[in-house]
């Protein structure tokens, strides 16, 4: 059993800051990627950043400069630290780890996400 457990997620005014965290446990050998997705109302999920277990990350363009995500590999934990918030940036945060189970087995799971609302 694994879980992705998310939180920080709420409500913000435009300029704001908000920042998410996202904790794995259970049956987990190793974590290759961590990242943030995002799904807006009516909108397909995007990518928002990743961080591999070497450290290399990846912005999506729209919150680059803006956002800035980190891991603590000891603590299977990944954050989003999110400044300069738009109202545009609301939407539902989904955590995603791609990892190694203890059987050995590629595994893609999600977390169950969390709420991030911008306005005034």
């Known amino acids: 059993q694994v879980q992705l457990v998310e939180s920080g997620g709420g409500l913000v005014q435009p300029g704001g800051s908000l920042r998410l965290s996202c904790a794995a446990s259970g049956s987990i050998f190793s974590i290759n990627v961590m990242g943030w997705y995002r799904q807006a109302p009516g909108k397909a999920r995007e990518l928002v950043a990743h961080?591999?277990?070497?450290?290399?990350?990846n912005y999506s363009d729209s919150v680059k400069g803006r956002f800035t995500i980190s891991r603590d590999n000891a603590k299977k934990t990944v954050y989003l630290q999110m400044n300069s918030l738009k109202p545009e940036d609301t939407a539902v945060y989904y955590c995603?780890?791609?990892?190694?189970?203890?059987?050995?087995?590629?595994?893609?799971?999600w977390g169950q996400g969390t709420q991030v609302t911008v306005s005034s």
């Open positions: 961080i591999t277990s070497d450290g290399r990350i």
């Open positions: 995603n780890a791609l990892f190694t189970d203890r059987t050995l087995r590629l595994i893609n799971y």
